[in-house]
């Protein structure tokens, strides 16, 4: 027995030594599983670090830290090899940056991007295909929230059997944050994105609004908001030919089917993509932006091998057009400014939709068994393929004069913060200045009843403007437009841009008077105010006249009189960004 057992003990000593000195195949989870399932984030972070240790062409970096106390990490593939991140924005190469995990129960791009890494570099033909491409790959972006492992909070979803969870660390929706970078997360991810500054930007999601055939869509940024030659580029050529491509390799792909509470066949408008979303952010600085939406109710095997060729397709598509999109994004800048005028808010032009062929199925109002109402039923024994409605068109609404700068104050140092996490350039006053410029007032503006991703935000806002001579101090910041990141500063420093700093309540504290009067004591105050002031004694007449809520509050009557005195704190709604326009 003693002899057996040494023998035994042997052959597995000498079974352990073959396996450690053979080449990792790197199967992945999601094949050993034949589908079903998504490997944990240790797991994933071993993947990639076996695979840049096994091949020289892959590299893995960290960045910072995310709210759950881990890096983010980045995975480089380049065939040259990568010793340094900053060889990357520096590189003549083409660019793709792929984020995964956002939400990580949304698992799908997770895989497939294990699958492509290894895929590239096992594959003699592949890594000569992609030789001038630096493929970059956020593994997991949302840590915390894949740490978070569970099997039931994706309620509708088909697949995996385990995955994260859609809140971070924090319980912040990532997707919202990209802004306002409330988390470490989009700090780091700035930090990765800009020492890339990739030409192609593509997230991977996982959706369900409707039930529909198709297992994967499309939601490419809105081409009116990203303007100008790079918004004809990515609607014109961009969009279609991964389309066709994905339908020469037999998978059918339609726009994000933005419906909820309704039926796709009565058609549909495209997602506008505002900047506090991934895409909405990357454009910013110009990048072509693809966020990928497969569908929750297709098996996860189908989902994560659409997204895989999915993924292919955009780097032929970057490989075939390279020229021109780095033109293309070098010039935009130029071309912005060029137009002096820029447009900050849009709605859906519902007078020139496109028509698109829809597969879909059959949906209809049925009594429900669990509740006391209807339900709606899709019956996918019903398929059915026509025409309907897709309102892909945005019109400008609203547009402001682009300056020539904006002088910040000091003291916003979140806003600050930001302005340095996204390479936005600035100086400071070397002195105290007089300087003639636009300043903006708050006049109007709503805030949301409930809370958003930490913040009441505001919206409709409307500003006063005024040209005016005002004190400016040593040290305040002026900031150029002229600069690559000039749509970064229109789509922040303007408040009624829908995701400004401003309605994203970094400077709510303007919105309350710090200083006040008794009325008791500005009565007498008042009175010798506009005695002295005949036309505002006579304005303030002729609106005690005019309007009745006005005459019946003798309180609203003494405080539009202190508004006009000098006691009336000037920061009170003043935003603390100023413009130049000469």
């Known amino acids: 027995m003693k002899k057996f057992l040494a023998v035994l003990f042997l052959m597995v000593l000498v079974s352990c030594e073959q396996k450690k000195n053979t080449k990792n195949n790197f199967t992945t989870t999601f094949e050993l599983s034949d589908g079903t399932e998504t490997p944990d984030y240790p797991s994933i972070i071993s993947y990639y670090k076996e695979l840049s240790e096994e091949y020289s062409t892959i ?15 980045l995975v480089v593939y380049n065939g040259g090899g990568t010793d340094n991140v900053v060889e990357i924005k520096n590189s003549s190469k083409n660019r793709i940056l792929i984020n995964n995990g956002i939400h990580p129960g949304e698992s799908d791009g997770i895989d497939a991007s294990m699958l492509l890494l290894r895929d590239i570099v096992t594959s003699d033909s592949l890594k000569q295909k992609y030789k001038n491409t630096i493929i970059c790959v956020i593994p997991v972006y949302n840590v915390g929230g894949s740490l978070q492992r569970n099997s039931h909070t994706r309620a509708n979803q088909n697949g995996p059997k385990e995955y994260g969870f859609r809140g971070n660390a924090r319980n912040l929706d990532l997707n919202r944050d990209f802004i306002k970078q409330d988390s470490k ?44 030659d790079l918004g004809l580029f990515i609607e014109q050529e961009m969009r279609p030919s991964i389309e066709q491509s994905l339908y020469e390799k037999k998978i059918d792909i339609t726009p994000y ?10 058609g549909f408008s495209q997602f506008f993509d505002t900047p506090r979303y991934s895409t909405g952010y990357t454009t910013m600085f110009h990048t072509l932006g693809l966020m990928v939406e497969t569908h929750m109710l297709k098996p996860y095997k189908v989902r994560v091998e659409q997204t895989y060729e999915l993924l292919f397709s955009a780097l032929d598509f970057l490989e075939e057009k390279s020229t021109t999109i780095k033109k293309l994004r070098k010039n935009a800048p130029k071309e912005i400014i060029s137009k002096k005028r820029y447009p900050i808010d849009f709605k859906v032009n519902y007078e020139y939709p496109s028509e698109i062929q829809f597969k879909g199925y059959e949906a209809s ?31 400008p609404i609203k547009e402001i004069t682009i300056p020539r700068g904006y002088i910040l104050q000091q003291g916003w140092h979140s ?14 006053l070397l002195k105290d200045s007089i300087i003639s410029v636009e300043v903006s007032h708050i006049e109007d503006y709503k805030t949301g009843n409930t809370a958003y991703e930490g ?34 500063l229109l789509e922040t420093l303007e408040a009624e841009a829908s995701d400004s700093f401003f309605n994203w309540n970094f400077f709510d504290t303007i919105l309350q008077q710090k200083e006040g009067y008794s009325s008791y004591v500005f009565e007498d105050i008042a009175l010798n105010y506009i005695e002295k002031h005949p036309i505002i004694k006579k304005e303030f007449k ?38 130049i326009f000469k």
């Open 455 to 488: 913040h009441y935000l505001h919206y409709d806002t409307t500003v006063k403007k005024s040209i005016q001579e005002l004190q400016f101090r040593k040290g305040d910041l002026y900031i150029d437009t002229n600069q690559f990141g000039i749509r970064y």
């Open 185 to 228: 997360n989009a700090a780091a991810f700035a930090k990765i994105f800009h020492s890339i500054n990739p030409d192609v930007f593509i997230d991977n999601h996982v959706s369900n609004g409707a039930d529909y055939q198709y297992a994967i869509t499309h939601l490419f940024t809105q081409h009116n908001k990203l303007g100008g």
């Open 257 to 266: 089917v933005n419906v909820w509470g309704t039926t796709p066949d009565k």
């Open 542 to 579: 002729e609106k005690l006249k005019t309007d009745t809520a006005f005459a019946k509050s003798p309180e609203k009557q003494l405080n539009y009189i202190y508004k006009k005195t000098d006691h009336y704190e000037s920061a009170h709604l003043r935003l603390p960004i100023f413009k």
């Open 365 to 395: 109002e049925i009594k429900s068994n669990v509740t006391s109402g209807n339900r709606l039923f899709y019956d996918q024994t019903k398929p059915y393929e026509k025409p309907i409605l897709y309102y892909n068109n945005y019109t």
């Open 59 to 73: 590299s893995l970096f960290s960045f910072g830290e995310t709210d759950a106390g881990e890096p983010l990490h």
């Open 415 to 428: 806003v600050v913060d930001r302005l340095q996490n996204n390479n936005i350039q600035f100086s400071r």
